[in-house]
């Protein structure tokens, strides 16, 4: 099997890039050499690794950011996923692309479900919500997997945020009224994987919710991460209104995984396992650079 995968740099991509390894010959592009920017070169790239799988790990993620930039987020997120799925058509491949609880508006009590109906809130939640829709358009084989919270012990993301303040001894204060499900980049990886060893995926759609189970707060998150570096620091429970952000944020969005579980077989974990291989890989890092 040839794959390519984008975005091997951010924290999917990497974890894909040494998951994906087993499967098959992985090409793996950064920024520099497929740009998702340039509709040319994403065409002419996938046109010469003439690949069976496309995995796209890439996009615009900086959420606030996006507000500003809505064209540039717009251009990698809604209309670049469209032309891979264009070319993954051509060339009889599957395209598995990411996208994220924030195409919810968050307002649903209970987790949300594939059928549930999308209403994004903020720039970065409509355009990722375009992607999926041109990646359902062009008419490729594919899967969009839907994941939340991203994090991982290299990248930017929450738990490094938290392990950096706790360890500069820095007042916590943490939204307390914002649920969804943190998920370890390596899950998501290897779950991909184990995704794609099932030949064909079966007939009940294409569209899959992929977190871990049970979900929580940012606040309850940081307590967690507090908890597994065996540190002990206060995090003071606060308000969205008392974490004034650009963007706006959806209250609740917890993701139901149950259809991914039952089409491909996976156990997935609760959302509190996975934190301990975090902080390992997290200690492991801080050593080698001390
Ligand atoms: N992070 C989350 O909490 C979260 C939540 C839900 C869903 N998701 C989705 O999960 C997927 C993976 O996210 P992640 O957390 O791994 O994001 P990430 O760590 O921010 O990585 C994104 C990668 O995309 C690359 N990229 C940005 N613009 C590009 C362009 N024009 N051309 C090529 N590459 C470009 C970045 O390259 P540079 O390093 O050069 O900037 C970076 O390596 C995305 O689809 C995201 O929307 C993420």
């Known amino acids: 099997m040839k794959i390519l995968l984008t975005g091997r740099n951010g ?70 996923p469209g032309v891979l799925a264009e070319e993954a058509k051509r060339l009889g491949a599957l395209l598995v692309h990411y996208s994220t609880d924030y195409v919810f508006d968050g307002k649903k009590a209970t987790p949300y479900v594939e059928e549930d109906e999308p209403n994004p809130l903020n720039v970065y939640g409509r355009t990722k919500l375009e992607g999926e829709r041109a990646v359902r358009a062009a008419g490729s084989r594919h899967l969009i997997l839907r994941t939340s919270w991203v994090y991982a012990a290299r990248g930017r993301n929450f738990f490094l945020a938290i392990a950096a303040k706790v360890r500069a001894s820095e007042r916590l204060r943490v939204v307390d009224d914002q649920t969804g499900v943190p998920t370890p980049a390596a899950l998501l990886a290897a779950s991909s994987a184990a995704i794609l060893r099932r030949a064909e995926p079966d007939a009940s759609g294409n569209l899959y919710h992929l977190v871990p189970a049970g979900w929580t707060t940012w606040c309850g998150f940081a307590r967690a991460i507090v908890a597994a570096l065996g540190l002990e620091a206060e995090v003071e429970a606060i308000a969205s209104d008392q974490y004034p952000t650009r963007a706006v944020r959806p209250r609740h969005t917890v993701l139901d995984n149950r259809r991914v579980g039952a089409t491909f077989g996976l156990v997935l974990p609760a959302w509190q396992t996975p934190l301990a291989d975090c902080v390992q890989q997290y200690g492991a890092a801080a050593r080698r650079s001390s």
Do not use: C, H
């Not at 497929?34 to 040319?40: K, P, Q, S, Y």
């Not at 690949?51 to 796209?56: R, S």
């Open 11 to 80: 924290q999917v991509g990497w974890e894909l890039e040494r998951a994906l390894a087993p499967l098959g010959e992985v090409v793996a592009t950064d920024r520099s050499t497929l740009d998702l920017a340039r509709e040319d070169q994403i065409r002419s790239v996938v046109r010469a690794v003439k690949p069976d799988v496309i995995l796209n790990a890439a996009a615009y993620t900086a959420v606030d950011k996006a507000e500003s930039e809505p064209e540039l987020a717009m251009r990698i997120n809604g209309f670049a």
